[in-house]
């Protein structure tokens, strides 16, 4: 197994070691979330930087790196969406998106076709991640801080809001786009 592979599957575990930690209700397990957080979106960055430059992209990592992305991403707004931080629309909405692209991306490696994420796709993982952090940041600070009802944290929950509505936009067009660039090779019979 190559380094970028051996990555993504790196990627997976830490999701799940996220889980874990996010469910222990204490400071202490929200920080090693956040850790586990940010360690499995560095492994992203890096599994695919090293599949380009060394030219290791494989068949595995084709169908498998996505699907630790969704993994990861989905399971940390199926979290939030149960504590309430954000909507249950929200997560559907984003869910759909990501599983519908997934499943596309798959069955166009299975036809042996490859289609790189478009801009739209790269700006939204990124700003999936950074609310994925923020959102991690306000349950630590709101362990450590009592929060009122007219404290700076309520505030926050405004902000949190705004940022998921971003991200809703952002993932719901960049499906959009992908489905109408890639509408022809995906009806394609081959």
């Known amino acids: 197994m190559n380094l970028p592979n ?9 999701t ?13 397990g929200k920080v090693v979330a956040t850790l586990f957080f940010i360690a ?13 430059k060394y030219n290791l992209t494989s068949n595995f990592g084709k169908i498998m790196d996505p699907i630790a992305d969704k993994f990861l991403m989905l399971a940390a707004f199926l979290v939030f969406a149960r504590m309430d931080l954000i909507a249950i629309w929200m997560f559907i909405i984003v869910a759909v998106r990501e599983i519908g692209v997934t499943v596309s991306r798959i069955y166009q ?4 076709m490859y289609v790189a994420a478009e ?7 990124v700003l999936q991640i950074v609310t994925v952090i923020f959102i991690l940041f306000y349950l630590i600070f ?4 009592v929060i009122s009802e007219g404290s700076i944290f309520a505030e926050v929950k405004r902000i949190i809001y705004g940022m998921m509505f971003a991200v809703v936009i952002i993932t719901t067009y960049s499906g959009i786009e992908y489905f109408k660039n890639n509408f022809k090779s995906l009806g394609s019979r081959s």
């Open 142 to 145: 709101s362990e450590v801080f």
């Open 119 to 125: 801009r739209s796709g790269k700006i939204k993982t």
């Open 40 to 52: 499995a979106s560095v492994t992203d960055f890096f599994d695919g930087y090293y599949a380009r």
């Open 109 to 112: 490696v299975k036809k042996g």
């Open 6 to 14: 051996t990555l993504t599957v790196l990627r997976i575990l830490l």
């Open 16 to 28: 799940i070691f996220f889980l874990v930690s996010i469910s222990i209700d204490s400071l202490t």
